[in-house]
């Protein structure tokens, strides 16, 4: 496999409009950032990985589909394909919003981490990467305000700033678990994939937490 493009986005909900209901507006900003990182990271490449935080780990392939009716949204018109669980789900909402039409698999992946599995040689190939920075953020964060989450979401804004594969495969796993960080997996995920290569290009696209848990949106371009 040879990774070209890798897209970081959040595991929010709230990037589907219909999740995010009466909230979409003052969300737009984040999932335009989101769709526009998809659109870019897919644009002439052969094939897309999603990738995301999931226990148990597994593999899916293309013939999987989203579904939000967890969050109390039914697809509409229904869809009879088996359903993703929901980080992957935002991923492939946002590779079909994004309209790729090319082929696509999803690789969750646990606290052990694993890189995206090997894919024809000749394929160029896009990660979506799916993963938050800390959820204590703030007093109203779904774990309540801790201070060192200030100190360590910064951290990960840099480095996906800098395009610094090492930095994302070196963030503590203690801290990233007292601090409710669900992109641990996926960053670690991706980092071993990228061992060897160079980011030439790196962009952070956003970086906000509204509701106490950090989200990034970010775009690195690798040889």
């Known amino acids: 496999m040879t990774i070209r493009t890798v897209a970081f986005v959040p595991a929010a909900p709230l990037l589907v409009t219909p999740v995010a209901g009466g909230s979409a507006p003052e969300d737009a900003e984040l999932r335009n950032a989101a769709l526009t990182a998809v659109g870019r990271a897919t644009d002439g490449v052969d094939k897309v990985v999603v990738v995301a935080g999931i226990e148990p780990a597994g593999t899916w392939q293309a013939d999987v589909t989203w579904d939000f009716t967890g969050f109390g949204v039914p697809r509409v018109p229904a869809d009879r394909r088996s359903r993703l669980p929901w980080p992957?789900?935002?991923?492939?909402?946002?590779?079909?919003?994004?309209?790729?039409?090319?082929?696509?698999?999803?690789?969750?992946?646990?606290t052990e981490s694993a890189a995206p599995g090997p894919v024809a040689a000749d394929a160029e190939t896009a990660l979506v990467v799916v993963g938050d920075g800390s959820a204590?953020?703030?007093?109203?964060?779904?774990?309540?305000?801790?201070?060192?989450?200030?100190?360590?979401?910064?951290?990960?804004?840099?480095?996906?700033?800098?395009?610094?594969?090492?930095?994302?495969g070196d963030l503590d796993a203690t801290l990233a678990s007292e601090l409710m960080c669900c992109g641990l997996a996926p960053w670690h995920?991706?980092?071993?994939?990228?061992?060897?290569?160079?980011?030439?290009a790196a962009e952070l696209l956003a970086d906000t937490a509204p509701y106490g848990v950090s989200y990034f949106v970010a775009l690195w371009s690798v040889a």
């Open 136 to 168: 204590r953020g703030a007093e109203r964060a779904p774990g309540y305000l801790d201070e060192r989450a200030e100190g360590f979401d910064r951290a990960v804004a840099e480095m996906l700033a800098d395009g610094d594969i090492k930095g994302l």
């Open 88 to 110: 992957l789900g935002i991923g492939a909402w946002l590779l079909d919003e994004a309209g790729w039409d090319g082929p696509r698999r999803y690789l969750g992946v646990g």
């Open 189 to 200: 995920s991706v980092a071993g994939a990228l061992a060897g290569a160079t980011v030439v």
